[in-house]
């Protein structure tokens, strides 16, 4: 059974950081494709930034990129993302999905499996 739990959101000040971490259970990373949505009120669902494993290449959105860093530790199934220089702007419910591919655009265009969410927001 597939699951994908989420932590290490939180209210931080513009300018600064947070890393969240997202656990995959009942699947090995390897052959996947996993990463972060958001969805922020009364805006759809836009996808930031993944990381291909088997591929070895990682995506980033144009809003992001520059100041947010995705990492995976195979030993703990555990995908991170890195996130610095936040602004008012990335306060969203962050969600972290997979899905069994090596493209980037095939898990943009429609994940298999979400985890919760995890609510981000940067306000001073």
């Known amino acids: 059974q597939v699951q994908l739990v989420e932590s290490g959101g939180g209210l931080v000040q513009p300018g600064g950081s947070l890393r969240l971490s997202c656990v995959a259970s009942?699947?090995?990373?390897?052959?996947?494709?996993i990463g972060w949505f958001r969805q922020a009120p009364g805006k759809e669902r836009e996808g930031i930034s993944c990381i291909s494993i088997s591929a070895g290449s990682t995506y980033y959105g144009d809003s992001v990129k520059g100041r947010f860093t995705i990492s995976v530790d195979n030993a703990k199934n555990t995908v991170y993302l890195q996130m610095n220089s936040l602004k008012p702007e990335d306060t969203a419910v962050y969600y972290c999905?997979?899905?069994?591919?090596?493209?980037?655009?095939?898990?943009?265009?429609?994940?298999?499996?979400w985890g919760q969410g995890t609510q981000v927001t940067v306000s001073s």
């Open positions: 009942g699947f090995t990373l390897d052959y996947y494709t």
């Open positions: 999905a997979e899905k069994y591919t090596n493209s980037w655009y095939a898990w943009l265009q429609r994940p298999t499996a």
